[in-house]
């Protein structure tokens, strides 16, 4: 099956400092999509970034991320950090084989002052 | 647009008590999924319905856990003889064809403790 590999729990980050979260994956299927949601403290997840396509960066609200096929990555990154980027962000991927999405295990973001 | 709701937000149950939690996807959606959310596991997939046909339920505790969907505007997910290892947040999410149907809408989930 897939699996989603997010290797910080939680990134501390000072505000206008940059912020990369980092995601890898396996699956055995062709790939359709890729995401990064986020959580607001509270609130439901919701869709930050989606991407399809190898070696092309996606931007929204600040935030990019390029999926690399080569390496089986999705990292997220962001030029200055917000005191309003502070959430829990989710990498996930949805496979051929169905439209479930799998996601990894989260990593909290705080951003200080 | 509501977006998805789901009730209870809150559930307390007393161990070995049935618990179920409701979900009304947004309207048009065809897709509704179900997830649970913990620290430790982040969220794991339990089951979803295209259609209102179960399509996938490969994350379903077998024995006591149960998901419905008898019209297109609800679902149930139904926990028999809950256990403290279930307390979690339980969301639902849907999803409609032509919007790209793997991106997912989640409501805001129901926190479920079982003492």
């Known amino acids: 099956g897939d699996s989603v590999t997010q290797t910080e729990g939680l990134v501390t980050v000072t505000e206008g400092l940059p912020v990369k979260l980092n995601c890898t994956y396996q699956t055995t299927y062709l790939t359709i999509a890729f995401f990064w949601y986020v959580q607001y403290l509270n609130e439901a997840p919701q869709v930050l970034l989606r991407s399809s396509t190898d070696n092309k960066r996606t931007e929204h609200q600040g935030f990019h991320a390029t999926l690399h096929k080569s390496s089986s990555s999705f990292h997220l990154q962001k030029s200055s950090a917000q005191l309003s980027d502070s959430a829990l962000y989710y990498c996930a991927l949805t496979n051929s084989a169905g439209n479930k999405l799998t996601f990894g295990i989260g990593t909290r973001v705080l951003v200080r002052p | 647009n509501a977006g998805v709701i789901q009730t209870p937000r809150h559930k307390v149950t007393g161990k070995g008590q049935e618990a179920t939690l409701w979900c009304e996807p947004i309207s048009g959606h065809s897709a509704v999924f179900w997830y649970r959310q913990t620290i430790v596991q982040g969220l794991e997939f339990l089951t979803y319905?295209?259609?209102?046909?179960?399509?996938?339920d490969s994350g379903m505790p077998k024995e006591r856990f149960s998901a419905q969907m008898p019209n297109q505007s609800h679902s149930t997910l139904k926990i028999q003889s809950t256990q403290p290892q279930d307390s979690a947040v339980y969301l639902c999410?849907?999803?409609?064809?032509?919007?790209?149907?793997?991106?997912?809408?989640f409501g805001s989930g129901t926190r479920l403790t079982v003492l």
């Open positions: 999410a849907s999803s409609s064809p032509g919007q790209g149907e793997e991106t997912l809408y």
């Open positions: 319905f295209r259609n209102q046909a179960p399509i996938d």
